[in-house]
């Protein structure tokens, strides 16, 4: 079984601070993927990488970086942290096909910005 | 722009069939993902379609139109568990997965 792992569940941070989400998976996958999932709106793609050390920006790159210095490990990073990034972040990943290949999710991590 | 389209909210009663749609504008086309998500958790993958037709997996079905934009999930035999959102997503030219809003789906007894 697939097993994407992340580091919170749920966190509470205040404005400005600099936050770090990790994303961990355990099979090997080449690809992975941060996305945002708000009330009313489908996922939003952050960033994604489909090899260690290359990243490519999704749809809504503002506000964050992203890391990957290893296969299994995919973390993402608000620099300074704003009220509208308060949402359900969602780690994924798949093989090395993306025609194809399934995205498996993490549990995801609801970040509060006080 | 790209748009998916699907319904907010549906509800069915346990044992019935109920049928969601999706209807999509994107720029290209290499398949349709239907993922199943549980209040609180992770979406989980249902199924794919890249050809015309149905296909079907137990309980659950899903249906494609390349040339109409459109595909339906189709689950039959409802259980209260099916209560969950269910998301539509399309693989676009550049092979990135565009989204849906979701639609979710209430069980009554």
């Known amino acids: 079984d697939v097993k994407v792992t992340q580091s919170s569940r749920y966190l509470v941070k205040r404005t400005g601070e600099k936050v770090f989400l990790e994303c961990v998976q355990d099979m090997d996958h080449e690809n992975m993927f941060w996305y945002r999932q708000d009330p009313g709106l489908g996922l939003r793609l952050i960033y994604f990488s489909y090899d260690v050390k290359m990243k490519e920006k999704g749809d809504i790159p503002e506000g964050y970086s992203v890391s990957r210095e290893k296969k299994e490990r995919f973390s993402l990073i608000l620099e300074s942290a704003s009220t509208n990034q308060t949402s359900m972040y969602l780690c994924?990943?798949?093989?090395?096909?993306?025609?194809?290949?399934?995205?498996?999710f993490g549990p995801g991590t609801r970040l509060t910005v006080l | 722009g790209q748009n998916i389209d699907q319904p907010t909210e549906m509800t069915a009663t346990e044992g019935a069939i109920v049928q969601i749609n999706c209807t999509y504008q994107?720029?290209?086309?290499?398949?349709l993902f239907w993922y199943q998500q549980h209040a609180g958790e992770a979406p989980t993958f249902l199924s794919y379609n890249v050809l015309d037709g149905l296909e079907e997996k137990g309980r659950f079905s899903s249906f494609l139109s390349r040339s109409k934009g459109y595909s339906y999930l189709l689950l039959k035999e409802l259980q209260m568990k099916d209560s969950a959102s269910y998301l539509c997503a399309v693989l676009d030219s550049n092979y990135q997965l565009i989204w849906g809003a979701g639609t979710k789906l209430i069980i009554k007894p």
């Open positions: 994107t720029s290209g086309f290499n398949g």
């Open positions: 994924a990943s798949s093989l090395a096909d993306l025609s194809t290949d399934t995205q498996y």
